[in-house]
């Protein structure tokens, strides 16, 4: 079974830094898409970044572009996002989401798709992220 496990959430003052991990495990870590997408309660979840492997193409939302950096250590079947400048509106729990093989139709990390949601089959827990001011 395929396994996500996000970690790294805690309390972070505004302008700090926070590195969150997935770590993924099911699967062959050679041919996916991960994504990190962030929920409050009350709001829709909104995609955060994503990264595709066969390329290393990267996609990010434009309230993060410049402030957060998604990464992978393939050896370590782990996905990073490393969280910089962080701001008020950044608490939220996060979440990690991956598909294997990814389909081509969904254009996965580009402004095309890859934060929508609806195309990652493998969702994991979330951990909670908290910006204080």
């Known amino acids: 079974d395929v396994q996500l496990q996000a970690s790294g959430g805690g309390l972070v003052q505004v302008g700090g830094s926070l590195i969150l991990s997935c770590v993924a495990s099911g699967f062959t870590f050679d041919d996916y898409a991960v994504a990190w997408f962030r929920q409050v309660p009350g709001k829709e979840r909104e995609g955060v970044s994503c990264?595709?492997?066969?390329?290393?193409?990267?996609y990010s939302a434009d309230s993060v572009l410049g402030r957060f950096t998604i990464s992978v250590d393939n050896a370590k079947n782990t996905v990073y996002l490393n969280m910089t400048r962080v701001r008020a509106e950044d608490t939220g729990v996060y979440y990690c989401?991956?598909?294997?093989?990814?389909?081509?139709?969904?254009?996965?990390?580009?402004?095309?798709?890859?934060?929508?949601?609806?195309?990652?089959?493998?969702w994991g827990l979330g951990t909670l992220v908290t910006v204080s001011s």
């Open positions: 989401a991956a598909e294997v093989k990814p389909r081509l139709q969904y254009r996965f990390c580009s402004r095309y798709g890859g934060l929508g949601g609806y195309e990652y089959e493998h």
């Open positions: 990264i595709r492997s066969n390329d290393g193409m990267k």
